[in-house]
């Protein structure tokens, strides 16, 4: 029976595969959003979507070599598991940011949660879409492939999984936000408020499947970004 389920999931992340890749690319033409992504593909748009096209299918394949899931498995109520994900990240942010670090936080970091919340949901949905492309279903998966070779592992490994992961959140990291902190304090927010969060999400790729995760990456701002504007 749970086979049954588990393969109907399969199935409908098939079907809307073809969706996702479209849009994914359609993202990618318009707005590259991740700084080294853009520098490779020289700024030209359709480089842009021609690279987003090859890590998508280099992404399946090397999904399927690490017996990853492409559809939401491990659980009998998938957009439970979604929405607890996303809700438990956000008060995690909301924490830091509100709470623990406000003080520490620069005037300048809350600037663009005042515009609008159509502007921020849309901003943030369609960034979070390619960044688990590009540094999970991509980098993340090739890294994780990499050291099961190296180590002979003829299982896939939860561990070397998530340190292929790690490596390459953290490159999005430096990339994106920059691995930089003037202290002990900075730090400690740094890696708490953007590695700690990736983590979470490469997690949930490895053990719920890439739609969990995507959908999760996503959903997180539907709670965050309408509490975030209160916050700053």
């Known amino acids: 029976m749970d086979r049954a389920i588990s393969l109907s999931r399969c199935r409908s992340a098939d079907l809307l595969l073809p969706l996702a890749l479209a849009a994914s690319c359609l993202i990618a ?4 959003y991740d700084a080294l992504f853009d520098w490779l593909t020289v700024g030209q748009p359709w480089l842009r979507v021609a690279a987003m096209l090859l890590c998508w299918l280099a992404g ?6 690490n017996r990853f899931s492409l559809g939401v498995i491990g659980t009998s109520r998938p957009l439970l598991l979604i929405a ?3 809700v438990a990240v956000a008060l995690w942010c909301i924490a830091l940011d509100g709470l623990i670090f406000r003080a520490e936080l620069a005037p300048s970091y809350g600037a663009f949660e005042q515009t609008p919340l159509t502007v921020r949901l849309l901003y ?3 960034r979070a879409i390619n960044e688990n492309v590009l540094y999970r279903l991509f980098l993340g998966s090739l890294l994780a492939w990499v050291l099961h070779r190296l180590f002979r592992r003829p299982n896939p490994s939860l561990g070397l999984a998530m340190i292929g992961m790690s490596l390459a959140h953290l490159l ?3 990339v994106n936000v920059g691995m930089w902190a003037d202290g002990p304090v900075s730090a400690a927010w740094l890696v708490l408020r953007f590695v700690v969060p990736g983590l979470a999400w490469s997690w949930m790729y490895i ?18 970004q309408p509490v975030v504007s209160t916050v700053f």
């Open 29 to 32: 033409f318009f707005q590259p």
């Open 60 to 65: 399946l394949r090397l999904l399927a070599a």
């Open 84 to 86: 607890s994900a996303s």
């Open 124 to 126: 943030y949905a369609t």
């Open 172 to 174: 999005n990291v430096a």
């Open 207 to 224: 053990r719920h499947g890439f739609a969990a995760n995507e959908g999760s990456a996503i959903g997180v701002h539907l709670v965050l």
